[in-house]
């Protein structure tokens, strides 16, 4: 017989707190086990962005996937404005917007990507062109021929995002909950299971005997981590003809050192180069785009991560969050996986999750008010425990 327990949500990263936070605001009985500590996996690995859509406007394909970020980018709004299922008026922010700069010369072929084709779309991402003396204080020593424009797009302290998110009153969380899928769904007695591990996601599903080739995908990135950082910078340098900036850079602190993390399209590039070689190329890059930066008190270290997602037909980014109902899974109790692609699109993975589970008609228990969740530990970011003269400058 059917249970009318809990769903049962399995991971702790953006996907599966933000799922439970509107699953329980929709009045549903949720219970999360996280096999370690909340987003230890790509989640505060991530760059924090909130993104508008603005990268995307570069691209025709692209495009696609901005449509799915509305419904994202309308909860977000909700939530920092008191509304919905998470509150986050004050939460810390590391920067309220975003700056897009170019390097010289390379403005116009840019410019008709953003306001030609898919003007529309540029504007509702909320895009402004600076002026030169409206230039942050980060940008003002650029050379002549440097352009520059501010983005609405907010980037977010990812802990304490996930902190907020811990502690909405939506059901308890079990850290150390180790165990495949099926053993989890009869230790809480849950009506449905919701895969939303990550990576963890392979091999949840191979516990279960699906196969997860045809579901999953990774794609790796090979970060940098530059300690000793000059000022405070947050940014992505376009290049043309690509949606992908060819940096991207976030700015936090760690023991005191100011830290950018950089990423964007140095980090697709970097996955076969060791550490050295592509601290290398990262000093390269920031030269040849950010020169007026002094590099001389910054230390250096790299990290490598997979963005684990569910498979797109050609092994790219797919255009949206991805939910799937899992058919032929070795247990009675009925099963999805989930991936949110971004964690900005984890808003609307929920609620897509949300609708396929009433449309399969689970019965859950309704929402009764829990055991606060304070005490689960919210993983560090990677870069917290990487001594800061790991590496020096090359
Ligand atoms: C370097 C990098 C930068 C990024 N930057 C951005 C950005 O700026 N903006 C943006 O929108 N997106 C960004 N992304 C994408 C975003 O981080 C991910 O889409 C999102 O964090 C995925 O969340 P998740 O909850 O699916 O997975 P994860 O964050 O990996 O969380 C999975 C959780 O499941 C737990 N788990 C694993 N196995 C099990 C198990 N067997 N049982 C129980 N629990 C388990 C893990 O411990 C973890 O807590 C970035 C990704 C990377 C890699």
Redesign the pocket.
Known sequence: MASNGPILI???????LYARALLAWHGRAVVL???????????????????RGVKYALSRKAARAADSLEQSLKAWDDHFAGRGCVDLRDLPVVAPRMHLWTRPGSVSSIMGSLTGMAASLAMKSGVRRLARADFPSSLAPAPEGVSAWEVEERCIDVRALLARLRDVDAGPIVAG??GGAAELAARFDASAVVL?????NE??LSGLSIDPSPLCQRRP?H?VVMRGAPFDFNGHCLQELSDKPRLTITTSKADGDRVWYI?GDI?ERGVDLDEAAQVRAAVSELESCIGWADLRHATWSTLR????EGRSDDGSRPDGPVCRRLRGASMETPAWVV???????APALAATLMTSLDDAGVASAPRSTGPTNRDIPV?PLPWASVPASSQAAP
Do not use: F, N, Y
Request: glycine share 22%; net charge neutral.
């Open positions: 399995i991971g702790g990263g953006i996907a599966g086990a996280e096999r370690t500590m909340l987003g230890d996996g790509q989640t505060v690995a991530s760059q924090g962005i909130l993104h909950a180790g939303a591990a990550g990576a963890g091999s949840l990135l970060m990423g980090a991560i997979d963005r684990a991936w949110p692609t971004k964690l900005a699109l993983c």
